[in-house]
T-cell receptor
Framework: AQKVTQAQTEISVVEKEDVTLDCVYE???????LFWYKQPPSGELVFLIR??????QNEISGRYSWNFQKSTSSFNFTITASQVVDSAVYFC?????????????FGKGTKLTVNP | EPEVTQTPSHQVTQMGQEVILRCVPI?????FYWYRQILGQKVEFLVS????????KSEIFDDQFSVERPDGSNFTLKIRSTKLEDSAMYFC???????????FGSGTRLTVV
């Protein structure tokens, strides 16, 4: 069965601190995709990144970076120099295309609070 | 940038009433989805729709739920007889192809009273 675990329920940091959000996944599929979404207090789901299972290269986008390690089934997300606007719930998700569907399995989310 | 549009943004309905949540996916997308998020909880898959039929559904998607793509542009989720526990944020999503990732709508908050 496919599963995503985000062990950190809530994290609170002070502005400008670096913070890493952990994500561990389980799947038997060899082809799968990993995602991170941000859900600000307004409620929408904002896409941050997609990574396929064959690409373990780490990615950096501005203050955001992602570390994908298949050996530990982890896809961790780091925010460098956090800002108040980063306060949100962050969801890690896993998808595995099959037939006419590609459902996403979400983790329970990590609520990040960045204090000024 | 193309968007997935959901209406209404908030709907309040009485228990037992039928409700229809509406979505306009991105025009050239082929795969359509509904997800649900009960307040404070994780986002859960309800149903996927491809080639004018349901391709996968979850245990949550029982006989009270149905989906339709009536006119090639709208994608609707109907709940026949709402229960209090149907209160949640409902997200519509679409994708152009599998593996490309989704575009989510901004959600409809359904409150059943």
């Amino acid at each position: 069965a496919q599963k995503v675990t985000q062990a950190q329920t809530e994290i609170s940091v002070v502005e400008k601190e670096d913070v890493t959000l952990d994500c561990v996944y389980e799947t038997r599929d060899t082809t799968y995709y990993l995602f991170w979404y941000k859900q600000p207090p307004s409620g929408e789901l904002v896409f941050l990144i997609r990574r396929n299972s064959f690409d373990e290269q780490n990615e950096i986008s501005g203050r955001y970076s992602w570390n994908f390690q298949k050996s530990t089934s982890s896809f961790n997300f780091t925010i460098t120099a956090s800002q108040v606007v980063d306060s949100a719930v962050y969801f890690c998700a896993l998808s595995f295309p099959q037939g006419g569907s590609e459902k996403l399995v979400f983790g329970k989310g990590t609520k990040l609070t960045v204090n000024p | 940038e193309p968007e997935v549009t959901q209406t209404p943004s908030h709907q309040v309905t009485q228990m037992g009433q039928e409700v229809i949540l509406r979505c306009v996916p991105i025009s050239n997308h082929l795969y359509f989805y509904w997800y649900r998020q009960i307040l404070g909880q994780k986002v859960e898959f309800l149903v996927s729709f491809y080639n004018n039929e349901i391709s996968e559904k979850s245990e949550i998607f029982d006989d009270q739920f149905s989906v339709e793509r009536p006119d090639g542009s709208n994608f609707t989720l109907k709940i026949r007889s709402t229960k209090l526990e149907d209160s949640a944020m409902y997200f519509c999503a679409s994708s152009g192809d599998r593996g490309q990732g989704y575009t989510f709508g901004s959600g409809t908050r359904l409150t059943v009273v």
